[in-house]
T-cell receptor
Framework: DAKTTQPPSMDCAEGRAANLPCNHS???????VYWYRQIHSQGPQYIIH?????ETNEMASLIITEDRKSSTLILPHATLRDTAVYYC?????????????WGAGTKLIIKP | GAGVSQSPSNKVTEKGKDVELRCDPI?????LYWYRQSLGQGLEFLIY????????KSGLPSDRFSAERTGGSVSTLTIQRTQQEDSAVYLC????????????FGQGTRLTVV
């Protein structure tokens, strides 16, 4: 079973910030939070990952709560090309945890 | 190459036939992963290669599935005696090392067993 819980779908208006939540209440101390997205008919694309601190890169920001039991991926100015399924995954890539257990993700639809 | 390359992009085969799916990882990446994705579902782990270590085959669904990685680079996933339930997109990914780095995915091979 996936270690994360995400809403199955979300809508966001073009140009607005898209905020995608993820619950990972059983996360362990060594596990990172990873976000990938999958645009229709393509392979998954890495977005961002973090451990404790908030992270930002050219694609998105990742906000992790202090207790690390949940996080939010923020796309600051969503475009139509951001329509995709977004996956939140926890893994420490140590021992056998590289298997990256994937849930069904959140289908984000950006509307004009 | 610039990214992970998979071939063929689409494969239609008859039930009972064997198929081979190929993955060319990013040059220099020591870790290689195979996943399977059914329609509307998340990814299902199949097998993991890391350098010269013995692969982790714990995700392979049956003994009809096998994979090898030659010379630490190209990998082939073989499905023998294909069944209709094998129909899915087979995704390959590679990373520079297994520890907290991003994995780069190929476009996948869409396998349809008729």
């Amino acid at each position: 079973d996936a270690k994360t819980t995400q809403p199955p779908s979300m809508d966001c208006a073009e140009g607005r910030a898209a905020n995608l939540p993820c619950n990972h209440s059983t996360i362990s101390g060594n596990e990172y939070v990873y976000w990938y997205r999958q645009i229709h008919s393509q392979g998954p694309q890495y977005i961002i990952h973090g451990l404790k601190n908030n992270e930002t890169n050219e694609m998105a920001s990742l906000i992790i709560t202090e207790d690390r039991k949940s996080s939010t991926l923020i796309l600051p100015h969503a475009t139509l090309r951001d329509t995709a399924v977004y996956y939140c995954i926890v893994s420490d890539f140590m021992d056998s945890n590289y298997q990256l257990i994937w849930g069904a993700g959140t289908k984000l639809i950006i509307k004009p | 190459g610039a990214g992970v390359s998979q071939s063929p992009s689409n494969k239609v085969t008859e039930k009972g036939k064997d198929v081979e799916l190929r993955c060319d990882p990013i040059s220099g990446h020591t870790a290689l992963y195979w996943y399977r994705q059914s329609l509307g579902q998340g990814l299902e782990f199949l097998i993991y290669f890391q350098g010269n270590s013995a692969p982790d085959k714990s995700g392979l669904p049956s003994d009809r599935f096998s994979a090898e990685r030659t010379g630490g680079s190209v990998s082939t996933l073989t499905i023998q005696r294909t069944q209709q339930e094998d129909s899915a997109v087979y995704l390959c990914a590679s990373s520079s090392q297994g520890s907290n780095t991003e994995a780069f995915f190929g476009q996948g091979t869409r396998l349809t067993v008729v």
